[in-house]
T-cell receptor
Framework: SQQGEEDPQALSIQEGENATMNCSYK?????LQWYRQNSGRGLVHLIL?????REKHSGRLRVTLDTSKKSSSLLITASRAADTASYFC???????????FGTGTRLQVTL | SQTIHQWPATLVQPVGSPLSLECTVE??????LYWYRQAAGRGLQLLFY??????ISSEVPQNLSASRPQDRQFILSSKKLLLSDSGFYLC??????????????FGSGTRLTVV
């Protein structure tokens, strides 16, 4: 079953704008991760945020985590055409050796 | 550095034929290994994972099986493919639980079409 649900399912913006994607999950987590998938390719790990962290930055990426609301957001600032991809959140619960992925947000960045 | 190899990239197989997809990891030891399937435009469904040689955990009952004959080799198999087995199959690895946070590294995927 899907643990995470991304919102929106699809997002279209112009180059230079910021893109915000949200992820909601159902059960308590150990950490939450964001991945990017270019069309027809494998997923690439972007960033990991632990359950005791509230915000994390990596380059143009900013991730927030609100464990009380069981939600996370991924912000991509100053988007580029190369950011066009699907973005997935994934959660690890307890001591499980596995991640559960959400349904993904398809981001389209146009020139 | 660690690398993950997954092949073939694409595969077209008739219904009822067998399947064998292979995934190997280089540059690390005792990795956790995973097989996911992704339907078109959908999220990832965990099929199998393994925390050691010969240790396989199955997440969903289905027409597939997995084996880990060597530390860095993970094989996805089927004796008789069904149309519903079509999809994009992804292999991934991560460090084991005791070695830190579990970020995954994915292979490039296999597009399987059962006809």
């Amino acid at each position: 079953s899907q643990q995470g649900e991304e919102d929106p399912q699809a997002l279209s913006i112009q180059e230079g704008e910021n893109a915000t994607m949200n992820c909601s999950y159902k059960t308590s987590i150990n950490n939450l991760q964001w991945y990017r998938q270019n069309s027809g390719r494998g997923l690439v790990h972007l960033i990991l945020i632990r359950s005791n962290e509230r915000e994390k930055h990596s380059g143009r990426l900013r991730v927030t985590l609100d464990t009380s609301k069981k939600s996370s957001s991924l912000l991509i600032t100053a988007s580029r055409a190369a950011d066009t991809a699907s973005y997935f959140c994934a959660t690890r619960t307890g001591t499980a050796s596995k991640l559960t992925f959400g349904t993904g947000t398809r981001l389209q960045v146009t020139l | 550095s660690q690398t993950i190899h997954q092949w073939p990239a694409t595969l077209v197989q008739p219904v009822g034929s067998p399947l064998s997809l292979e995934c190997t990891v280089e540059g690390t030891s005792n990795p956790n290994l995973y097989w996911y399937r992704q339907a078109a435009g959908r999220g990832l469904q965990l099929l199998f994972y393994s925390v050691g040689i010969g240790q396989i955990s199955s997440e969903v009952p289905q027409n597939l099986s997995a084996s880990r004959p060597q530390d860095r080799q993970f094989i996805l198999s089927s004796k008789k493919l069904l149309l519903s087995d079509s999809g994009f199959y992804l292999c991934a690895w991560s460090v084991s639980l005791t070695r830190g946070p579990l970020g995954y590294t994915f292979g490039s995927g296999t597009r399987l079409t059962v006809v």
